[in-house]
């Protein structure tokens, strides 16, 4: 718990499915709750997070029906309200193009996010192990779950055709193969590095920050209005990540890769080459596709895009500055939030 969002909700989670009062939420309809940067508010983020976890994974001790409880669903949108005004705030909305420059349009978004801290290159080169488990333990959040936020594209109405999601996410999924699905390598990368492999095992230590990437991709996915958003979110990951994993790796190898796990380490430069190609696909045939049928929402692809690289510098930033004190990134285990 984080404050008093976080509080309630957990205390009323754990009850059978029941309806409670907005006004019973602490502050939660006061703008004056949301006066600091909804980005880093801690309260707020876990809060969203847990209600986004009951459309995926859910949690133990928690009734399924409260997935589409109406009330529930009125905090959510509360919450989302205020986490769409956060990300307005740190992103511009981009100004649309046409079809033919959707690819040149994502690329100088990806190009203009190196202007961040480089976290990618100070793991390849300086971080120390256990600096690289503080990483692992953040991208864990979303790491163990990758794919499924972006797998709300494929039927949604306007991607015509779905071949290119569809082949985007049926690699994630390891072609039907579970042990090749791209959260196994990673589960692999954690037990080489002496960490819990289980999902959410980090929920509690991870900040704000690391929270709302996660949410980004949720909110994008479950609202179909957002369906560009996500296109473009989907697109610039897989745009950035083929170079970030090969440098995780060159980091991790020279650190001497404790565990031992070589197949873990193949499966992870396999995924490398296989985002190359991701990155056409998504941007050639999937954006811009998009973009070809609906050209008035083209800016809506680049936002959801230059959302997911913001999030990402201001996450790098967070880390960095973190460590560049001397201090560990992570919250200490069961730490309060003052509100």
């Known amino acids: 718990m984080r404050g008093p969002v976080t509080s309630l909700l957990f205390e009323r989670l754990v009850r059978p499915p029941h309806r409670f009062g907005l006004l019973s939420l602490p502050l939660l309809s006061f703008p004056a709750r949301f006066a600091g940067p909804v980005l880093e508010d801690e309260d707020v983020q876990l809060a969203l997070f847990v209600c986004y976890e ?6 133990e001790g928690v009734d399924d029906r409260w997935e589409w409880n109406p009330s529930l669903l009125e905090v959510r949108e509360i919450l989302e309200t205020r986490f769409e005004e956060g990300l307005a705030r740190a992103v511009r909305y981009p100004p649309g193009s046409r079809p033919e420059q959707t690819r040149q349009a994502l690329a100088e978004l990806v190009a203009a996010a190196v202007d961040g801290p480089d976290l990618t290159g100070f793991l390849q080169g300086q971080a120390d192990l256990e600096q690289f488990r503080e990483f692992a333990a953040h991208r864990s959040i ?47 990368t954690l037990r080489e590095l002496g960490m819990d492999d ?74 490398a080459r296989g985002d190359a190609v991701h990155e056409r696909i998504a941007a050639d045939d999937m954006c811009a596709g998009f973009v070809t049928r609906h050209p008035s929402r083209a800016g809506d692809v680049l936002y959801g895009a230059a959302c997911a690289l913001t999030l990402d510098r201001l996450f790098a930033e967070h880390v960095m500055g973190h460590w560049r004190r001397g201090a560990s990134s992570l919250r200490e285990a069961g730490a309060a939030t003052r509100s």
């Open 54 to 59: 009951l459309h995926h994974r859910g949690f």
């Open 142 to 188: 979303h790491h163990l779950k990758e794919a499924d936020p972006h797998i709300w594209a494929i039927p949604r109405p306007g991607v015509r055709p779905h071949a290119a999601p569809v082949e985007i996410q049926a690699d994630a999924y390891g072609g039907g193969r579970g042990g090749r699905m791209r959260p196994e390598p990673f589960r692999a």
């Open 198 to 271: 289980s999902y959410g095992a980090y929920l509690d230590r991870v900040p704000a920050i690391t929270l709302a990437v996660s949410n980004a991709m949720s909110l994008f996915a479950l609202h179909r209005r957002h369906l560009g958003a996500l296109l473009g979110h989907l697109a610039a990951v897989e745009m950035t990540s083929s170079a970030s994993r090969h440098l995780y790796s060159l980091g991790l190898r020279r650190l001497g890769r404790p565990g031992g796990d070589e197949v873990a380490r193949c499966f992870r430069d396999e995924h």
